[in-house]
């Protein structure tokens, strides 16, 4: 059971993340939004990788014959924060530059296209 | 040497994006002579990939291994990067590096200098690589990278115009569905990992079983790619997007929402070839139908030129779908006339490449000289813009399906082969192209026709030039499809339908 801690709180953190995405109508929020299910998302890859008792997947430091964790899902998710950055930081911007357009965060006040 | 191009045609213009502001800081005709270089040099790396792929079979390009050719590392493990270009890779490449060789000598002449023009050939430069890098890649890992450099470019253009207030309104909102998108796949490609340890797009199909797990990643692929190529009903981010992004890189957006739709082929034919049941392909086929009538109807009711053709785009999208979609119902039963409609829904891929490229230039040559994209004011530009005019009236009457023109050839095709399936989908399909009809009958007549117009200032002739090639195209696909049906949209067609085994042998051996 505490084994699958791991992924019962990415799941948590992935559905807390939609409810923010469905509900919440503040620009910040919905980008707080997304970063939660990408946090779900990095941390479901990494608690994959885990091998019970493995050593840090580093050849020259490794005593001989021990379990490494798997270093691929490792480097995926180095990948994957660094996109998360981008996309996080382009979305603020937008958020930052429709506050100053329109003088308000609420998804509901701002919109101007519609059909 | 030219064992290296098909990831030379996605590292030139990644490096030679980031090259632009810099050249730009020295000369500004330098700068411009640059980008053009670099998209010239893309354009004849996928052109000579399409001819080898098309003359010799597929191409596997492998990254760091000691030569290009090594695909398995010691062990018989396929752990490397690689690029695998099949007929329907090769395919979507000529695609892109078609509109951006048309779309770039637009966007130089285009953009205002004021107007952060050198970050914009960056941006465009940057989507290209990302588009290029979907199409080729063999790896699940890397198309997710490729998709997030797409969203990010195609985002940062669409938000380009921070001075409007709708521009970063459209932007913000495509790129909430963008991540999403991005997220759900990489969530789809850590299932697949965690339960079979690998990423290799060849391998993973070799030993993907059908498990409950299976299926849910196939869910969420399906669910990622849709949003990301604007089908219904996750499509309105699109009209937003095109209506703001600066129209001559309109076209790049097209060719994103394209190359999602090819990754959603390539996953559902290559990668789970066979795994799923026919449900699949009935919920591609009833996604496509509401897409194509929801955007033409959405498309009647709308006042901005910009956003009418952004509608008419979508509702292609449609039309690819239920092409492809009546492919995959078939392909369980494997009766021919599902190869009839996978090839139509293919074909429709570069005719609504060609169609909807030339209506956006119509949308960019209207907004440069008038100033304004509104029908409500518009009117009478066929007078003074003859040329204009002509265009918009070929593709609009190519985009609705009309014979002899290039909408037509490839959507008989999908016609054909879905009424073999059951006669309401092509009922329904036939209806949506009348609609297109009537829509753009009324933008023609609302924006061409009337009183002659005052026309401020010239369309310059590289406009013109562009315009042309685009209308070219449209003709000679409509008047002799059958040499490129033959030539380009078999093999292609062909590669998603049989060539799976050549595939996975091509990356694993034997």
């Given at each position: 059971m505490i084994g699958n801690l791991p992924f019962v709180a990415c799941m948590v953190l992935i559905a807390l993340g939609f409810w923010t995405l469905l509900f919440k109508r503040n620009l910040v929020k919905l980008v707080i939004g997304v970063g939660l299910i990408e946090s779900g998302v990095n941390l479901f890859l990494v608690a994959l990788g885990y091998v019970r008792g493995g050593v840090p997947p580093i050849y020259t430091y490794a005593p001989a014959g021990a379990p490494m964790v798997l270093p691929t899902p490792q480097a995926l998710t180095l990948t994957s924060i660094v996109i998360g950055l981008a996309t996080t930081a382009l979305m603020l911007a937008f958020a930052v530059v429709i506050y100053r357009h329109k003088g308000t965060l609420d998804a509901r006040k701002i919109r101007e296209l519609r059909g | 040497m030219s064992a290296h191009i098909p990831i030379l045609a996605i590292a030139v213009p990644l490096l030679g994006g980031f090259a632009v502001p810099l050249l730009a800081k020295l000369h500004k005709g330098l700068r411009d002579a640059w980008a053009l270089l670099v998209v010239l040099f893309v354009g004849a790396c996928v052109g000579y990939v399409a001819v080898h792929v098309f003359t010799q079979g597929l191409w596997v390009y492998v990254l760091g291994a000691r030569h290009p050719q090594e695909t398995l590392a010691p062990?018989?493990?396929?752990?490397?990067?690689?690029?695998?270009?099949?007929?329907?890779?090769?395919?979507?490449?000529?695609?892109?590096?078609?509109?951006?060789?048309?779309?770039?000598?637009?966007?130089?002449?285009?953009?205002?200098?004021?107007?952060?023009?050198?970050?914009?050939?960056?941006?465009?430069?940057?989507?290209?690589?990302?588009?290029?890098?979907?199409?080729?890649?063999?790896?699940?890992?890397?198309?997710?990278?490729?998709?997030?450099?797409?969203?990010?470019?195609?985002?940062?253009?669409?938000?380009?115009?921070?001075?409007?207030?709708?521009?970063?309104?459209?932007?913000f909102k495509t790129m909430l569905l963008y991540s999403l998108s991005g997220l759900l796949f990489l969530l789809a490609v850590a299932f697949l990992y965690g339960e079979y340890g690998a990423l290799n797009l060849a391998y993973l199909a070799r030993e993907l079983r059908g498990t409950f797990v299976d299926r849910l990643a196939l869910g969420l692929f399906l669910a990622a790619l849709l949003m990301k190529a604007a089908a219904a009903p996750v499509h309105f981010w699109a009209p937003d997007a095109y209506g703001e992004v600066p129209a001559a890189k309109a076209l790049l957006l097209v060719v994103n929402t394209q190359v999602s739709l090819y990754g959603l082929w390539r996953v559902l034919f290559t990668l789970y070839g066979g795994l799923w049941d026919a449900g699949v392909g009935w919920l591609v086929v009833a996604l496509g139908l509401l897409t194509m009538v929801v955007a033409a109807f959405m498309a009647l009711v709308q006042t901005d030129l910009g956003r009418l053709v952004a509608y008419g785009a979508v509702s292609q999208i449609g039309y690819m779908m239920l092409g492809v979609g009546v492919g995959l119902v078939s392909l369980a039963g494997r009766p021919e006339y599902g190869l009839v409609a996978l090839k139509g829904g293919v074909f429709h891929m570069l005719n609504d490449a060609l169609t909807v490229g030339l209506l956006f230039l119509c949308v960019g040559a209207v907004e440069w000289t008038k100033g304004t994209r509104d029908l409500r004011e518009l009117g009478g530009l066929g007078h003074g813009l003859p040329e204009v005019a002509l265009c918009f009236l070929l593709a609009g009457l190519a985009l609705a399906g009309l014979p002899p023109l290039n909408g037509f050839a490839s959507k008989i095709l999908i016609y054909q082969g879905s009424f073999r399936l059951s006669p309401i989908l092509t009922a329904v399909a036939v209806l949506a192209s009348i609609l297109l009809l009537a829509v753009f009958a009324r933008a023609f007549q609302g924006a061409f026709l009337g009183p002659k117009a005052e026309v401020p200032n010239r369309v310059p002739g590289v406009f013109l030039l562009s315009m042309a090639v685009l209308a070219v195209g449209l003709l000679v696909l409509g008047l002799v499809p059958g040499f490129f049906l033959e030539g380009v949209v078999t093999p292609a067609a062909e590669a998603l339908w049989r060539g799976r085994a050549l595939y996975l042998a091509a990356v694993l051996g034997g």
């Amino acid at each position: 059971m505490i084994g699958n801690l791991p992924f019962v709180a990415c799941m948590v953190l992935i559905a807390l993340g939609f409810w923010t995405l469905l509900f919440k109508r503040n620009l910040v929020k919905l980008v707080i939004g997304v970063g939660l299910i990408e946090s779900g998302v990095n941390l479901f890859l990494v608690a994959l990788g885990y091998v019970r008792g493995g050593v840090p997947p580093i050849y020259t430091y490794a005593p001989a014959g021990a379990p490494m964790v798997l270093p691929t899902p490792q480097a995926l998710t180095l990948t994957s924060i660094v996109i998360g950055l981008a996309t996080t930081a382009l979305m603020l911007a937008f958020a930052v530059v429709i506050y100053r357009h329109k003088g308000t965060l609420d998804a509901r006040k701002i919109r101007e296209l519609r059909g | 040497m030219s064992a290296h191009i098909p990831i030379l045609a996605i590292a030139v213009p990644l490096l030679g994006g980031f090259a632009v502001p810099l050249l730009a800081k020295l000369h500004k005709g330098l700068r411009d002579a640059w980008a053009l270089l670099v998209v010239l040099f893309v354009g004849a790396c996928v052109g000579y990939v399409a001819v080898h792929v098309f003359t010799q079979g597929l191409w596997v390009y492998v990254l760091g291994a000691r030569h290009p050719q090594e695909t398995l590392a010691p062990g018989g493990f396929p752990i490397r990067i690689m690029l695998v270009v099949d007929g329907m890779s090769a395919f979507m490449g000529v695609i892109a590096g078609l509109l951006a060789l048309v779309a770039f000598p637009f966007a130089l002449r285009f953009l205002p200098e004021e107007e952060g023009k050198s970050l914009a050939l960056t941006l465009g430069l940057l989507l290209l690589a990302g588009i290029l890098g979907m199409a080729y890649t063999g790896d699940l890992f890397n198309f997710f990278v490729f998709l997030e450099v797409t969203s990010i470019a195609a985002c940062a253009l669409i938000g380009f115009r921070t001075w409007t207030s709708r521009a970063p309104e459209a932007a913000f909102k495509t790129m909430l569905l963008y991540s999403l998108s991005g997220l759900l796949f990489l969530l789809a490609v850590a299932f697949l990992y965690g339960e079979y340890g690998a990423l290799n797009l060849a391998y993973l199909a070799r030993e993907l079983r059908g498990t409950f797990v299976d299926r849910l990643a196939l869910g969420l692929f399906l669910a990622a790619l849709l949003m990301k190529a604007a089908a219904a009903p996750v499509h309105f981010w699109a009209p937003d997007a095109y209506g703001e992004v600066p129209a001559a890189k309109a076209l790049l957006l097209v060719v994103n929402t394209q190359v999602s739709l090819y990754g959603l082929w390539r996953v559902l034919f290559t990668l789970y070839g066979g795994l799923w049941d026919a449900g699949v392909g009935w919920l591609v086929v009833a996604l496509g139908l509401l897409t194509m009538v929801v955007a033409a109807f959405m498309a009647l009711v709308q006042t901005d030129l910009g956003r009418l053709v952004a509608y008419g785009a979508v509702s292609q999208i449609g039309y690819m779908m239920l092409g492809v979609g009546v492919g995959l119902v078939s392909l369980a039963g494997r009766p021919e006339y599902g190869l009839v409609a996978l090839k139509g829904g293919v074909f429709h891929m570069l005719n609504d490449a060609l169609t909807v490229g030339l209506l956006f230039l119509c949308v960019g040559a209207v907004e440069w000289t008038k100033g304004t994209r509104d029908l409500r004011e518009l009117g009478g530009l066929g007078h003074g813009l003859p040329e204009v005019a002509l265009c918009f009236l070929l593709a609009g009457l190519a985009l609705a399906g009309l014979p002899p023109l290039n909408g037509f050839a490839s959507k008989i095709l999908i016609y054909q082969g879905s009424f073999r399936l059951s006669p309401i989908l092509t009922a329904v399909a036939v209806l949506a192209s009348i609609l297109l009809l009537a829509v753009f009958a009324r933008a023609f007549q609302g924006a061409f026709l009337g009183p002659k117009a005052e026309v401020p200032n010239r369309v310059p002739g590289v406009f013109l030039l562009s315009m042309a090639v685009l209308a070219v195209g449209l003709l000679v696909l409509g008047l002799v499809p059958g040499f490129f049906l033959e030539g380009v949209v078999t093999p292609a067609a062909e590669a998603l339908w049989r060539g799976r085994a050549l595939y996975l042998a091509a990356v694993l051996g034997g």
